[in-house]
Every structure is written in C-alpha cells, then in structure tokens.
C-alpha cells in the first residue's frame, strides 16, 4: 500500500523500497510549489551534490562549475520558456534554495552523457516498438539516491512522465500520454550555451508533440545548444535518430536509414552511442537482431554498451505507456540491478480517481 502526500493538486506516492512516484498539476507555479514541497529533501540533496561536485572538480580539473552552470543559464535563459523559469523559482521558494541554486539545478543536465536504441518490425520478436535509453553519469556520486519518476500534467499540455531525480524541472528521459518517447546522448560543444537547454527541449516535446515527426518539426525550429544527440519513437512504431548540434539545422536518421553520423543502418531500427561504445552496440545490434524484446535489450546494452558510470537504464514500450526502469545501486551498475515495471496508464488512472475521491 502506498502512503499518499499531497500538496494542492500534486500527489507524493511512497513505498517501501520503490522508487518515489510524484503527480506535478496545473499552472506552472502551482507544479513549482508542489515540486517544492513534495520533494523538498531530494532538493535539498540535490543542491548539496552540486556543491560538493563543484568542489571535486576545482580540486581536480582547477574548474569552477558554479560559473560554467551560470554562464549556461544566463546565456541560454532567453531561449527557455518562462512557464519553465516560473515554475523552477516556486520550487526553489517552496523548497527553501535560492532561486540561482535552482537555475543551477536546472542547467546540469547539460553535461550527460548516454546511448539509445529503438527498434520496431522485423528487430523485434512481436514488431512492437522497444526502445532503450542508457544513462551514464557520475554513478559513483550516489545520484541514484535522489530517484523519482514524475508525472507532469501542466494546464493545457499533453501528460507525460519523467524518469529522473527529485528537483529536476526539465527532462532527461521522457514518453507522454501521447505514446512519445525520448532520450538523450551527449556530444562535444561545451559552451555554445545560447540556445534552449536539452532537458527544457526534451521537456517541450514531451508536452507538447505527439508523434516523432511533430518532434521532429520542433527540434528543426528550435535554437539549439551544444551537440546531443537523441533517439525518438511514438506508438504508431515512427523511429528516429537525431544529430542536434549548435548553429546547425539537425541531422535526422529514420529508422533504417545511415545518415552522416552512423556507421550502419539497421532495418527497422534507430540509435546511437558514444563513438567509443559505437562498435559494441553495433555487434549486439548484428547479434540480437530479429529478436529484440524487453529482455534481450535489457541484454544488449550491457557493458561495455554501459559505462561504468551507468546510473539509469530505461526501457520504453510507446504502445503500451510501459516502462521498465533501473538505477545503479551502491557499488553496481544501473544495468545490473532489477528492473521496476512502470504502467503509466494505470499511474495515471491512480491519480484521476485519487484525486476525485480525496477527502
């Protein structure tokens, strides 16, 4: 039985050993304020990483990330839509953080790095679409410790879920109501920050676009930051991979097709790595082809498709808001630990009669 926390129209779900499960409704200072309360620990948390991740690496590297992450969002905060600024500051109120804390919260993300795999038709075993999103970051600083998935439903946007960490306003991996899914993997450009950050970009596709070719139109239009990279399905089994890259109009791969930046094209399959992982994943792809399930992709991204910094690894079934989702545990990788199975079709369902029955 899950302990319920609310907080206005936002839903705190607990469970012994389960991964926090936290509803964000209505305007953006309303989900800002829920945010705030209902994670108000993991906030706090999260601020203090940063803290101590900009004194690791001034002790390291002799680099200030407190003033990379300030040069980020000053140069990219005319680029972020202010229902996104407002509701970042109402969090950072509510939570008790200052707002440039939580403009620096909001900016880190820019620094992950991943890979991604989706696969539909003759890859799979059924021909549903199975998409894995890998990511590899700061493992051995117990991220993971601040796990939340978060189901966004702002005012007037389309629904959708987050899998991530508690204070995190914009979106690393992400599928909507809508049946979208998206991750992403992190390239080279650090710096050229004049642009909307990739978490806030994901975040407008997932509530905003429906399909890969409705996202496909905004990425095309938007102003892009420093290279990523992204992998794309939606549940009509549209695939697609994505080279977004600054000043640059993005260079896209439907599924099947090479593109410039893949060394091979796979039928019925779009992805993309890391070029230092790129030859193990395009080994498992030979070898898993035809057979790609749940199971088997959770097989195939295994290391060294996983670095040893894997802090999250996410399956994503589109057709049938599925998700299977792990983080990395105390000393192992995200890809070694149990899998959690997410419905989010029934999570939203759980919220609507919630709501309606709350006393």
Known sequence: MAAERWSGKGLRLDRDGAIPVVFLAGSPEEIGRQ????????????????????????????????????????????????????????????????????????????????????????????GQVVHVRVLDYM?????????AIQIFMPDGMIPWI???????????????????????????????????PMSFLMRRIAEECSTVAEALELLKKAKLTCEFFYVLSDKSGNLASVWAEYGKPPHIAMAGEKGDFLPEAFEDIAWYTRPSRMDALRARLHEYYGKIDVETMKQLIKPPVAM???????????????????YAGVSTLACDEPYSHVDFGKLLEYYRNALKNRP
């Open 35 to 126: 945010h705030g309360e209902l994670m108000k620990e993991e906030i706090i948390s999260l601020n203090a990483f940063l803290q101590m991740a900009s004194v690791q690496q001034m002790m390291t590297e002799k680099k200030n990330l407190f003033m990379g992450l300030d040069d980020l969002w000053k140069k990219a905060v005319p680029y972020i839509p202010e229902r996104y600024v407002t509701e970042m500051d109402a969090m950072g109120d509510v939570a008790g953080i200052s707002r440039e804390n939580g403009h620096r919260i909001a900016s880190f993300p820019e620094f992950f790095h991943c890979s991604g795999v989706a696969a539909r038709g003759k890859a799979t075993t059924n």
């Open 139 to 147: 493992r051995e600083y117990n991220l993971q410790k601040l796990a």
């Open 162 to 196: 987050s899998v991530g960490f508690g204070g995190l306003n914009g979106t690393i991996t992400a599928m909507n109501a809508n049946g979208l899914a998206i991750g992403e993997i992190g390239g080279r450009g650090e710096g050229n920050w004049d642009g909307i």
């Open 308 to 326: 040893d910094s894997n802090l999250q690894d996410v399956v994503f079934l589109p057709q049938t808001l599925e998700l299977h989702v792990t």
